[in-house]
Antibody, heavy 124, light 108 residues
Framework: QVQLQESGPGLVKPSQTLSLTCSVS??????????WSWIRQHPGKGLEWIGC???????YYNPSLKSRVTISVDTSKNQFSLKLSSVTAADTAVYYC????????????????WGQGTLVTVSS | SSELTQDPAVSVALGQTVRITCQGD??????ASWYQQKPGQAPVLVIY???NRPSGIPDRFSGSSSGNTASLTITGAQAEDEADYYC???????????FGGGTKLTVL
């Protein structure tokens, strides 16, 4: 059973960098056929995809956040990480990490495993 | 287009059938996936691909697609199905993930 667990500070000051790590257990982050994403949810709002990384190291980001986001992977620790720079109160949200499968055609198979989410508050 | 559009709210009488829809140009090329989210919990995948249910998802949940519209159908809605439902897929490039705005399902 694959499990994902987010970790990182729950409080970040404005203008600083938000850093979160997702630890994956029960499966290898290097397995083909999956991408690893960060998704956030502002209080009372819908889901917003932040970006993802593939086992190959390729990354893709939400265009609205691309200038501030970096996603990286540490295969030796079976973890992937999120860095979001220059945060403001608008970045206060629950942050989830999740695994998405995809068919050979490239069509998505959905996010089948999620972390429980971690609330990050941006405030001085 | 990179947008997926859902109705904000839908209601259904207990035991009846409800369809939740998701519209977007990219759905002509890529499958939609559907998620159920209850308050304070992470989303749960309920439908993916052409019409596949992960293990543990009741068979009253089903998916379909036609043109630019994907649908999630709950046949015989139960009280525990009251939740927010999100669709997601890829944008037209196939590289970026997009989510619908979500539909709040009320079971009356």
């Amino acid at each position: 059973q694959v499990q994902l667990q987010e970790s990182g500070p729950g409080l970040v000051k404005p203008s600083q960098t938000l850093s979160l790590t997702c630890s994956v257990s029960g499966g290898s982050i290097s397995s083909g056929g999956y991408s690893w994403s960060w998704i956030r949810q502002h209080p009372g709002k819908g889901l917003e995809w932040i970006g993802c990384i593939y086992y190959s190291g390729s990354t893709y980001y939400n265009p609205s956040l691309k200038s501030r986001v970096t996603i990286s992977v540490d295969t030796s620790k079976n973890q992937f990480s999120l860095k979001l720079s220059s945060v403001t109160a608008a970045d206060t949200a629950v942050y989830y990490c999740a695994r998405e499968g995809y068919y050979g055609s490239g069509s998505p198979k959905g996010f089948d495993y999620w972390g429980q989410g971690t609330l990050v508050t941006v405030s001085s | 287009s990179s947008e997926l559009t859902q109705d904000p709210a839908v209601s259904v009488a207990l035991g009846q059938t409800v369809r939740i829809t998701c519209q977007g140009d990219s759905l002509r090329s890529y499958y939609a996936s559907w998620y159920q989210q209850k308050p304070g919990q992470a989303p749960v995948l309920v439908i993916y691909g052409k019409n596949n249910r992960p293990s543990g998802i009741p068979d009253r949940f089903s998916g379909s697609s036609s043109g630019n519209t994907a649908s999630l159908t709950i046949t015989g809605a139960q009280a525990e199905d009251e939740a927010d439902y999100y669709c997601n897929s890829r944008d037209s490039s196939g590289n970026l993930v997009v989510f619908g705005g979500g539909t709040k399902l009320t079971v009356l």
